[in-house]
């Protein structure tokens, strides 16, 4: 029964579209570093997809965005626990950084805008100010939200930049 449910999760999870955002996760059971429980590994998966598809919202009417997550490391380590209920995330800001291995395409009426494959991570989390306070994934979010902004600002993606 475990695994059927861990199964149906990582389904819904290995292939949300959204308008304007289709997100897959290739291989999420080789990612790097992401939890060992696998409930918490799927959540994962969906808060980044709807963060994904919130960003999305911020593209002109017509583009669409689809995203391929290769690899996922999040921010600190995972330590296990004495009472091996739930692992701790330790954040030490050091080699610790949130990254991920994304492969992107920006399209509209079935042309490529921009594409790419590329790390993105954010060395220097622990010190900038985190409008996502209370979130689990604050850092990895904030980390998306500069690469989108980088990358999907309407003032840099034309024809001329892929």
């Given amino acids: 029964m475990r695994y059927q449910i861990i199964a149906a999760a990582l389904l819904a999870c290995a292939g949300m579209a959204s308008a304007g955002v289709t997100v897959k996760y290739d291989n999420p059971e080789n990612f790097q570093d992401m939890p060992h429980n696998d409930r918490d590994r799927a959540q994962i998966m969906k808060d980044l997809s709807e963060h994904f598809a919130k960003l999305a919202k911020k593209l002109p009417a017509g583009q669409d965005l ?3 997550v290769k690899d996922i490391d999040l921010a600190g380590r995972e330590e296990p626990t004495r009472r091996r209920i739930d692992d701790i995330r330790i954040l030490r800001g050091g080699a610790d950084w949130p990254s991920m291995q994304i ?6 009426n079935g042309q490529v805008l921009k594409s790419g494959d590329e790390r993105v991570s954010n060395m ?5 100010i985190n409008r996502y306070d209370n979130d689990n994934l604050k850092y990895e979010k904030q980390m998306l939200d500069d690469w989108f902004r980088e990358k999907f600002e309407p003032a840099r993606v034309s024809r001329a930049d892929h």
């Fill in 66 to 68: 689809v995203i391929t």
């Fill in 103 to 108: 492969q992107y395409s920006l399209e509209q």
């Fill in 124 to 128: 220097m989390y622990l010190n900038r």
